[in-house]
């Protein structure tokens, strides 16, 4: 079945590190995003890709970086840069054309110790 | 400025009684509006959306949405909660144009007692 597979599910990272998130899609969707979720904070925005070789900074990319070589992959980097790094982020994708619909994947929980 | 706004942060309803929830919208364009529900530790799942026609929209799992101009709401409704809705709703916005970002709400937490 088609499907966002993001690992890992649970990722530890001491103070200082860099981190990598893995997303990868098998629905052949153009656009891929990533999101960030704190407990009473909704979704927020981090990066988001409309084509290979090219994506945008959403509302709260400091700290971030992304890139996207293949349709199928967004990986995110959390830097040492991101001051607050704790949360869960999700991946999400969907076609450029047609229905305007988004399919996430499972999340991956990041915390820094 | 573009913004999705639910007013309820945290509701808890009887098993078997009826649900409303709220969500505002403010959008400069024609809205696309969606309903989506995460379980603990899990991704969103889509429960449905409204991009043009009918104001009533049926979704999955017995939910339905309408869609309010006059009031810039698209408030969800189901008739008869079960002890398995009990999980995170999220309201968003987005544009017509494929690609571009949803905007998303800050969630209302479901609790069902029995």
């Known amino acids: 079945d088609g499907g966002i597979t993001q690992s890992p599910k649970y990722l530890f990272r001491k103070e200082g590190q860099n981190v990598t998130l893995s997303c990868e899609q098998n629905?052949?969707?153009?656009?891929m995003y990533w999101y960030r979720q704190d407990p009473g904070q909704g979704l927020r925005l981090i990066y988001y890709?409309?084509?290979?070789?090219?994506?945008q900074k959403g509302d709260i990319a400091e700290g971030y970086s992304v890139s996207r070589e293949k349709k199928e992959s967004f990986p995110l980097t959390v830097t040492s840069a991101q001051k607050n790094p704790t949360a869960f982020y999700l991946c999400a994708s969907k076609r450029a054309r047609g229905a305007n619909v988004l399919t996430f994947g499972a999340g991956s929980r990041l915390t820094v110790l | 400025a573009q913004s999705v706004t639910q007013p309820d942060i945290h509701i808890t309803v009887s098993e078997g009684a009826s649900l409303e929830l709220r969500c505002n919208y403010s959008y400069g364009a024609t809205p696309y509006l969606f309903w989506y529900v995460q379980s603990p530790g899990q991704g969103l799942q889509l429960l449905l959306k409204y991009f043009s026609g009918d104001t009533l929209v049926q979704g999955i799992k017995g939910f339905e949405a309408e869609f309010k101009r006059s009031q810039s709401s698209f408030n969800l409704r189901k008739p008869s909660v079960h002890w398995s809705d009990a999980a995170e709703y999220f309201c968003?916005?987005?544009?017509?144009?494929?690609?571009?970002?949803?905007?998303f709400g800050k969630g209302t937490t479901l609790s069902v007692s029995s």
């Open positions: 629905l052949n969707h153009d656009a």
């Open positions: 968003a916005v987005g544009a017509g144009q494929a690609g571009t970002a949803l905007i």
């Open positions: 890709s409309q084509i290979v070789n090219d994506f």
